[in-house]
T-cell receptor
């Protein structure tokens, strides 16, 4: 398996634009997590899914953020409209049951 | 609410010396405690983990200890080497709605090894 795959690796966009981040989990993993990493706030959990169902989105900062998992092979995190303070590295991580979580390589988002 | 506290935030040790990083957690139902290492510009990767049925686990120069009563666990790195320089994160799963389990990370420790 190629591991957790995220795209794009880097994204630079203008304030106000819509941004969509994508994640392909490891096959068979039933949990998917979206994290945001910044120097100030560390690794923040935004939302997580179990068997494609959103379980806890209390970490989503605002209504501008939304996430979906239409099937076991794909998830998206969308920011609309984007703002400069959304600039961060966004990680997707997946795991099977209660075991080790595997991280994707992350998407470095810069909003100018 | 659920919380994982990690100390110290930065740590500098002489090469060859030991480094210790400590974490406390709040959810008494947590039963799995992983440690991740993140090198500059890379993703976090698991280096060692421990389950609540044991008090200590070792893997070469790395060890983790767990005190469930006090709800804290620690990472120990012996004979530190330059390649140990990185940010280390502890984590604990917390059980939430419908028994699903999310992972909360500590704030991270930036470890620097002085030559």
């Amino acid at each position: 398996d190629a591991g957790v795959i995220q795209s794009p690796r880097h994204e630079v966009t203008e304030m106000g634009q819509e941004v969509t981040l994508r994640c392909k989990p490891i096959s068979g993993h039933d949990y998917l997590f979206w994290y945001r990493q910044t120097m100030m706030r560390g690794l923040e959990l935004l939302i997580y899914f179990n068997n494609n169902v959103p379980i806890d989105d209390s970490g989503m900062p605002e209504d501008r953020f939304s996430a979906k998992m239409p099937n076991a092979s794909f998830s998206t995190l969308k920011i609309q409209p984007s703002e400069p303070r959304d600039s961060a590295v966004y990680f997707c991580a997946t795991r099977m049951g209660r075991g080790e979580a595997f991280f994707g390589q992350g998407t470095r988002l810069t909003v100018v | 609410g659920e919380n994982v506290e990690q100390h110290p935030s930065t740590l500098s040790v002489q090469e060859g010396d030991s480094a210790v990083i400590k974490c406390t957690y709040s959810d008494s139902a947590s039963n799995y405690f992983p440690w991740y290492k993140q090198e500059l510009g890379k993703r976090p990767q698991l280096i060692i983990d421990i389950r609540s049925n044991v008090g200590e686990k070792k893997d070469q120069r790395i060890a983790v200890t767990l005190n469930k009563t006090a709800k804290h666990f620690s990472l120990h790195i012996t004979e530190t080497q330059p390649e140990d320089s990185a940010v280390y994160f502890c984590a604990a799963p917390t059980t939430g709605y419908s028994s699903a389990s999310k992972i909360i990370f500590g704030s991270g420790t930036r470890l620097s090894i002085r030559p």
